[in-house]
């Protein structure tokens, strides 16, 4: 019983990985999100069998049917990650129950809280995996799409009974965080993006101390690629930074991690 539930999960993120390409996409390009997906490069309309997320870029070896010029391996490469971050979410949330009998599952599967708990933190990697996609391309933060991202996780934080002042607190924190960046760089080592970002990390993380946990561990990681870039690459110091890649990271490793990193470090505290 469970696995289809984990089969489920698996298909649910490849689809969703593919909408999220086309999403980026036409979000950068303005263009309507509906209709159906064209090529890119010869625009002719793209048939649903050739829309099969992976298994139809590997099928064409990567190249369009049509004009046969290359698909960014982006594209695949995104589904397979949606897919897998979609299973680990579910594993993450009912992962206790999975030796269950098919009937308790399927109870646990219903309760209210969890499922709503699930479909928040699926939403909260979608919405990661965007902003990655789109900062890493075009080191940029697409403003209609955080707007949108925040109205329906609000909603979500709601539904599940985070209440509004801590709700309100994180949102204030993760943008004063980089609004305060930003005046002291004077917008050099920040970008007005940042800030909107900052405040969605609020609402994906009610509380304070998940939120530093999800801003400190996207420092760690950039400042770790960072020195990586500059040994390998002999890249300067001014290379442009795409705070929103590592931010997502950071929140993505928060949303599994979080809470065990901040009971260790309480622990570390108290002891
Ligand atoms: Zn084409």
Known sequence: MAYIFLFGSLILGLIIGSFLNCLVWRLYKNKSLWGRSYCPKCLKKIHWYDNIPVLSWLALKGSCRHCRQAISVQYPLVEFITGILFVLVFIRIYGHGLAYSSLDFYQLIMQGGLLGNLVRAWLIVAVMIMVFIYDARWLMISLPAIIWSGVLILIFDLALGYGFVSILLAVLIGAAFFGLQFLLTKGRGIGEGDIWLG?????????????????????????ITGLVMMFWAK??????????????????ITLFFGSEVIRWYWGLLSA
Do not use: E, Q
């Not at 890249?235 to 929140?251: E, I």
């Open 235 to 252: 890249k300067g110091l001014k290379t442009k930074v795409p705070l929103g890649v590592f931010l997502a990271l950071g929140a993505i």
């Open 199 to 223: 405040g969605l990390m609020g609402l994906m993380f009610p509380d304070w101390r998940l939120l530093l946990t999800a801003i400190l561990s996207s420092y760690i990681i950039g400042a």
